[in-house]
C-alpha cells in the first residue's frame, strides 16, 4: 500500500525557516514526479512546488519563489521543501504527493497523497 508521511511542521514566527519531509514507502517512487500543495480551510489547494522523477527539475508556484526550495533523495525514497522567510501567509496544512506527469501544477494529476503537516506562522 502506497504511503507518503510529512514530517517537519510547526509554529514560527514570520522570518524564520522550517524544512518540511515526505516519506513514501509502498513502493519506490524514484521514477516519479513529487509535489508540494498546500491549503488552508475553505480555500483551494494550492501549488507550492514540484519535482522532476531525477531532481533535476524544479517549478514553484508564483508565490513562494525565491523563498522555498524542493530537493528529494531516491535513495531514501524522500523529498523535501526548504522554506525560508516565511510569512504568516504561508500558514497552511503542506501535502506531499506522487504525480504521472512532471512538473505538474494542478492537483488532478497527482495520484497519492498525504495526510499534510500544519505550518503555522504567526507576526
Not at 17 to 36: I, N, P, Q, V, Y
Not at 76 to 88: A, D, E, F, G
Request: include cysteine; aromatic fraction near 10%; hydrophobic fraction near 35%.
Amino acid at each position: 500500500q502506497v504511503q507518503l508521511v510529512e514530517s517537519g511542521g510547526g509554529l514560527v514566527q514570520a522570518g524564520d525557516s522550517l524544512r518540511l519531509s515526505c516519506a513514501a514507502s509502498g513502493r519506490t517512487f524514484s521514477r516519479d514526479a513529487m509535489g508540494w500543495f498546500r491549503q488552508t480551510p475553505g480555500k483551494e489547494r494550492e501549488f507550492v512546488a514540484a519535482i522532476s522523477w531525477s531532481g533535476g527539475n524544479t517549478n514553484y508556484g508564483d508565490s513562494v519563489k525565491g523563498r522555498f526550495t524542493i530537493s528529494r533523495d531516491n535513495a531514501k525514497n524522500t523529498v523535501y521543501l526548504q522554506m525560508n522567510s516565511l510569512k504568516p501567509e504561508d500558514t497552511a496544512v503542506y501535502h506531499c504527493a506522487v504525480s504521472r506527469l512532471s512538473m505538474a501544477t494542478m492537483r488532478q494529476n497527482y495520484d497519492y497523497w498525504g495526510q499534510g503537516t500544519q505550518v503555522t506562522v504567526s507576526s
